[in-house]
């Protein structure tokens, strides 16, 4: 079904609303997932509504959180996102790490008590358009094992980083530390497809082509061990300063009953003057022209931005599949 920005927005909004969650946090919720769709990532779209709904109708989340700066230091801060869904938090604690970047040179503000929150890159994103160099790491739900191991014990712990390039649109690289987002196999599931062999395992270690399957065991880490260590550093990063659950301690976001995740945030936002008035500006430029020399490059961000642009004039195709369950929803007011 081809929707439009608002129209997916609309959608989204109306959904989470429908299982209670409040208004401000179901319309930036909204947002987020409606972009998400612009950018060809369903994975992290208006699948998750009913994910979201299935958590509020099981407590797993706060309805109504009453977000809230626990510490405040001259560069970093401590968000409390409640309980609540993340992207809300995420929101201000990006406006806030660019705020104390400008004051200070760098913002680190970590985020606790949190949620899933959808598409890294979305963040950094909107701080390197302001000028700013940002990264963004998060942990969630187990789903990896460690170097040698069979247990789930780190989630695919994201990561994303962006760059200002001017006027122009910035460099953003955005990546799970899973061979594949876990959200993949969920789009998957929902249409009843298969998925490649290499992205999961089944809960005995088997690789599987089953989405289902593979949402119930592993998923194979990035680049081997590698991958592996990768997501124990953001696992340290994101648990240690902000005082988050551990991956382990966090039931999956894919069951509709369990604990109340929990997890933690870590955005450091970076004032490029801080090496000179002009010295990242022009180093960037040096290396862009690198770039724009070798035919067939494609800058990190580049694909994502392109098809927003197409999105926003022409909608996104949004499976039907989500669009009716969203739509039942609100209808029964997800059965509560």
């Known amino acids: 079904m081809n929707l439009s920005y608002q129209e997916m927005v609309e959608l989204a909004k109306?959904?989470?609303l429908a299982c209670g969650i409040n208004a401000k946090t179901a319309f930036e919720t909204a947002q987020f997932l409606a972009l998400a769709e612009l950018d060809g990532l369903a994975s992290h779209g208006l699948a998750r509504v009913p994910q979201y709904a299935s958590h509020a109708k099981n407590g797993r989340i706060e309805l109504s959180p009453k977000?809230?700066?626990?510490?405040?230091?001259?560069?970093?801060a401590l968000v409390d996102a409640s309980e609540g869904l993340a992207f809300p938090?995420?929101?201000?604690?990006?406006d806030l790490s660019v705020n104390l970047a400008s004051k200070t040179g760098v913002g680190l503000v970590a985020v606790n008590n949190s949620h899933h929150f959808g598409v890294a890159g979305h963040f950094v994103e909107a701080a390197a358009r302001a000028g700013y160099i940002s990264l963004l790491f998060g942990n969630t739900p187990a789903a990896m094992?460690?170097?040698?191991g069979s247990k789930a014990i780190f989630g695919t712990n994201p990561l994303a980083g962006a760059f200002p390039v001017g006027e122009a649109d910035p460099l953003v690289i955005d990546m799970s530390l899973s061979a594949v987002a876990r959200g993949k196999l969920l789009v998957a599931a929902k249409k009843g497809e298969s998925i490649p062999e290499g992205w999961a395992l089944t809960a005995d270690g088997k690789p599987t082509t089953d989405p289902n399957e593979g949402l119930k065991g592993l998923m194979v880490p990035l680049g081997g061990d590698k991958g592996a260590l990768l997501a124990l550093i953001v696992e340290l990063l994101v648990v240690g300063l902000s005082g988050s659950r551990f991956s382990y301690e966090a039931d999956s976001f894919f069951d509709a009953k369990g604990n109340r995740p929990r997890i933690g945030q870590l955005l450091l936002t970076i004032n490029p003057g801080v090496a000179g008035t002009h010295v990242f500006a022009s180093r960037m430029r040096d290396f862009l022209d690198v770039l724009s020399a070798?035919?067939?490059v494609r800058l990190p961000g580049e694909r994502r931005f392109k098809q927003r642009a197409v999105g926003f004039i022409e909608g996104v195709n949004v499976s039907n599949?989500?669009?009716?369950?969203?739509?039942?929803?609100?209808?029964q007011s997800w059965n509560k």
């Open 294 to 296: 070798d035919l067939g």
């Open 67 to 76: 977000m809230k700066v626990r510490s405040y230091k001259l560069s970093a």
């Open 145 to 148: 094992p460690m170097v040698g």
């Open 89 to 94: 938090a995420l929101k201000f604690a990006t």
């Open 14 to 16: 109306g959904g989470l």
């Open 321 to 331: 599949v989500v669009v009716e369950e969203i739509q039942a929803g609100i209808a």
